[in-house]
């Protein structure tokens, strides 16, 4: 059974020259898909149109989160901790200072919040800053449910 609209490799142009809608008997309402010399494409990849297809599950799922947690202890200066804010997590002094004073007051508290690799890897960076610099600040990651 071929459908309305359509005959093999032809597709039909609504209405024009089509007798029960023009009167032109020389309108063209028959066009083929391909022009020929072309090669009927074998698969998606040579040459035919890619159609998306609306129903299909995307293929990416966002990756896991993981926060950088500041811990509090009683000797690192204030003022190291904003600095290692600053420097590692591209905060400006205000804010720097607010999450200084959150984990000095509440134990802890949240740097930033990355994939896993950049998690791991800036609170690396800080442990072995602190370190260098003979202070005891400690950094670690714990998984986010974002
Ligand atoms: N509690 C430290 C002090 O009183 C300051 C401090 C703040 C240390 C935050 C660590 O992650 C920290 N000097």
Redo the contacts with the bound molecule.
Sequence with gaps: MIPIGEFNDTVRLAGAGNPAASSDPWAIDWLPLRMSGEDEPESEDEGGLAVEDAEAKPELKRPPLFKVV?????????E??VEVLELFFKMNREQATQI??T??TQG??VCGIYTRDIAETKSAQVNQYARDHQHP??CEIEASED
């Design positions: 500041l811990l509090n202890d009683d000797y690192t200066p204030m190291f901790v200084m004073l984990v000095h802890r508290g600040l400690l």
